[in-house]
């Protein structure tokens, strides 16, 4: 069992930049664990992912913007959002999973954290 605790989302303007976070509870921390996005009337999309080893995979629009990466000691992921755009706006959720496949998809993780709201304005 893992709990999972996001923190950095906050109100900016197009360009800026925030930095998420994921805190993970738990014994271990061998997991994959990935950032999605719900924006207003969506549904929930993959943002990024990261192995236990460091693989790293991005959806196309943020690529070049956003890179995540992780701190095993702290058991902690961190999203860094570069050249924000109005577009990225949505609530935040990091999940994570053992399983070593649909990794782009909501199913394909077994814990997700409660979420931390990104607004970016024009």
């Known amino acids: 069992q893992v709990q999972l605790t996001e923190s950095g989302g906050g109100l900016v303007q197009a360009g800026d930049s925030l930095r998420l976070s994921c805190a993970a509870s738990?014994?271990?921390?061998?997991?994959?664990v990935g950032w999605f996005r719900q924006g207003p009337g969506k549904e929930r999309e993959f943002v990024a992912m990261?192995?236990?080893?460091?693989?790293?995979d991005y959806r196309n629009s943020v690529k070049g913007r956003l890179t995540i990466s992780r701190d095993n000691a702290k058991k902690t992921v961190y999203l860094q959002m570069n050249s924000l755009k109005p577009e990225d706006t949505g609530l935040y959720y990091c999940?994570?999973?053992?399983?070593?496949?649909?990794?782009?998809?909501?199913?394909?993780?077994?814990?997700w954290g409660q979420g931390t709201q990104v607004t970016v304005s024009s």
């Open positions: 999940a994570a999973t053992t399983r070593g496949f649909n990794w782009r998809t909501v199913s394909g993780y077994d814990y």
């Open positions: 738990g014994r271990t921390f061998s997991y994959a």
């Open positions: 990261i192995t236990w080893s460091g693989t790293t």
